[in-house]
């Protein structure tokens, strides 16, 4: 039996006192497609441990959740794994395709504008060369067949380089006040388990459940669960280094069982200050280089707003405060991790049945219809975030089941 098990949750109170000020974040994400869940959850989710139970120093919950706060690793380098498996049907390929779109690549834009390569680690399996040395140089790469794609930061500038193209795409980094916050890597534990915490509240469950061994470092294992029956979410366990306090590795598991929906950690890191060539880059001779004045949008599409903050983490809609910017009409339903995001599209539901011909049909194929006191509609389901779209055009989203939905729209009536 792990020996830390028993140790007592923590409570809301007592995270609340530990990060004064933060916001708390809700656990449900609103997509606007389907298929946009996919890139949506990506700045929520992760995985565990690897073997071996070292022997430490015990510790409690709010004593492990401080030190995860005050981890202040400034320089690493190393291997990261990230695992994605939300249930996305199979479609032959436009699962894919719709994720880029969701993420802002249009027609004739770069293969290496970040906006819409990282929204590929939204689905399967990849590996990531990750390198950071304060807030003014990170590097990420991807590790694709016989081919790379990286983004690099380095003081201003911001590389996206796709080796199996040949493009480049060239922007500048964010200057915001939270500056060396905003150019953390996108794709670390640490940013997922930050996120995950902002989640506690009194509907959560906070304990400490052993020790592990993570890419060669002992660690703590701290897990996170919902106390609320109804919620997709089945546990988050991450594991942090006993030494420096940063997350190695962070799962999110379904309560539906099987295996992790997102699992992300270090195979191998090291602490010591990259060298200074990792962050130099130079187009190779014959690339087609896309400068982010010339690429006809916006400054939040740049590639410095993408690596700065977050890449495809940013196409999740925010929760708290912020999930409503922007969606007018935006109400939230229940509370804690069973809470829905609801608003009104103004159009007509989905097609489906006869009446939508061969589109009602194909998206009949893809979702439940269920009724209820607020009519009909349409249920998509992935492993972790379920939508229901009535109708009459409303749409219900969380973190939940499908039969919380429905009486979270019957609840909206």
């Known amino acids: 039996m792990a020996p830390y098990a028993s140790d007592d949750s923590t409570t809301a109170g007592e995270v609340d006192e530990q990060r004064s000020g933060r916001r708390k974040a809700a656990r449900y994400v609103?997509?606007?497609?389907?298929?946009?869940?996919?890139?949506?959850?990506?700045?929520?989710?992760?995985?565990?441990?690897?073997?071996?139970?070292?022997?430490?120093?015990?510790?409690?919950?709010?004593?492990?959740?401080?030190?995860?706060?005050?981890?202040?690793?400034?320089?690493?380098?190393?291997?990261?794994?990230?695992?994605?498996?939300?249930?996305?049907?199979?479609?032959?390929?436009?699962?894919?395709?719709?994720?880029?779109?969701?993420?802002?690549?249009?027609?004739?834009?770069?293969?290496?504008?970040?906006?819409?390569?990282?929204?590929?680690?939204?689905?399967?399996?990849?590996?990531?060369?990750?390198?950071?040395?304060?807030?003014?140089?990170?590097?990420?790469?991807?590790?694709?067949?016989?081919?790379?794609?990286?983004?690099?930061?380095?003081?201003?500038?911001?590389?996206?380089?796709?080796?199996?193209?040949?493009?480049?795409?060239?922007?500048?980094?964010?200057?915001?006040?939270?500056?060396?916050?905003?150019?953390?890597?996108?794709?670390?534990?640490?940013?997922?388990?930050?996120?995950?915490?902002?989640?506690?509240?009194?509907?959560?469950?906070?304990?400490?459940?052993?020790?592990?061994?993570?890419?060669?470092?002992?660690?703590?294992?701290?897990?996170?669960?919902?106390?609320?029956?109804?919620?997709?979410?089945?546990?988050?366990?991450?594991?942090v280094d006993a030494k420096t306090g940063m997350p190695l590795k962070f799962t999110l598991t379904p309560a539906s069982g099987g295996a992790a929906v997102v699992d992300v950690g270090f195979t191998k890191v090291d602490f010591a200050k990259p060298a200074a060539s990792t962050f130099d880059f130079t187009p190779p001779k014959g690339a087609k280089v896309t400068e982010e004045k010339d690429a006809g949008k916006g400054p939040e599409k740049a590639p410095g707003a993408a690596f700065g903050k977050g890449g495809p983490r940013d196409h999740a809609p925010k929760a708290g405060e912020d999930f409503g910017k922007g969606l007018d009409g935006m109400k939230t339903i229940g509370e804690g991790w069973n809470a829905v995001a609801t608003f009104d599209t103004g159009g007509e539901g989905v097609p489906s049945g006869g009446a939508g011909g061969d589109l009602g049909g194909f998206m009949d194929s893809l979702g439940d219809k269920v009724h209820g006191k607020f009519g009909s509609g349409t249920v998509f389901s992935t492993r972790l975030v379920n939508a229901l779209v009535t109708d009459d055009g409303k749409v219900y989203a969380g973190l939940v089941t499908k039969d919380a939905l429905v009486k979270a729209a019957d609840a909206g009536k």
């Not at 690549?105 to 689905?123: I, M, R, V, Y």
């Open 30 to 239: 609103v997509p606007v497609t389907v298929i946009g869940v996919a890139a949506a959850t990506i700045g929520l989710v992760p995985a565990l441990a690897d073997s071996g139970d070292p022997d430490l120093p015990k510790i409690t919950a709010q004593q492990l959740i401080e030190k995860i706060a005050t981890s202040d690793v400034q320089q690493l380098s190393g291997t990261v794994k990230i695992s994605t498996d939300l249930g996305l049907p199979n479609l032959g390929g436009l699962e894919s395709g719709l994720l880029s779109g969701a993420a802002g690549q249009g027609e004739g834009g770069s293969s290496a504008d970040p906006t819409a390569k990282l929204t590929e680690l939204a689905s399967g399996t990849h590996t990531l060369r990750v390198a950071a040395d304060g807030p003014d140089r990170q590097k990420l790469s991807l590790l694709e067949n016989a081919a790379e794609y990286s983004v690099i930061h380095n003081g201003k500038d911001v590389w996206g380089y796709d080796s199996k193209s040949n493009e480049v795409y060239h922007g500048t980094s964010s200057e915001s006040p939270e500056h060396g916050k905003d150019q953390q890597p996108p794709a670390t534990p640490k940013d997922f388990a930050e996120e995950a915490l902002k989640a506690v509240d009194d509907t959560t469950s906070v304990t400490v459940d052993g020790t592990a061994q993570v890419a060669g470092r002992d660690a703590y294992k701290l897990v996170v669960k919902p106390k609320q029956s109804g919620s997709t979410v089945g546990a988050i366990s991450v594991a």
